[in-house]
């Protein structure tokens, strides 16, 4: 079993930046990557960024050049880092673990609301 815990939501005005964190804990010598999902109210839930164990980024292009994806493999832990957020950023955040072959693991979720 793996276990993620997301933090680091919160509520920030418009043009801030937050930084998500995801420490993974538990049977974790399988997963191959690990990401970002995102889930606003009434909209399906999303693909934001992602990183592989190798340390290889993917970051979507509607939010390449706000956001982006690291990761510390010593502390089993990867980030999200957002700036200029827009409202529209807000949404719950969803840590992801996927594990070979086809088994995904998640996080409870982080609030994030852009606001003034």
């Known amino acids: 079993q793996v276990q993620l815990v997301e933090s680091g939501g919160g509520l920030v005005q418009p043009g801030g930046s937050l930084t998500l964190s995801c420490i993974a804990s538990g049977t974790i010598d399988k997963i191959y990557a690990m990401g970002w999902y995102r889930q606003a109210p009434g909209k399906q839930r999303e693909l934001v960024a992602a990183i592989t164990n190798a340390g290889r980024p993917d970051v979507k292009d509607f939010v390449r050049e706000r956001f982006s994806i690291s990761r510390d493999n010593a502390k089993n832990t990867i980030y999200l880092h957002m700036n200029n957020l827009k409202p529209e950023d807000t949404a719950v955040y969803y840590c992801?673990?996927?594990?070979?072959?086809?088994?995904?693991?998640w996080g409870q979720g982080t609030q994030v609301t852009v606001s003034s």
């Open positions: 992801n673990g996927a594990e070979w072959p086809s088994i995904d693991y």
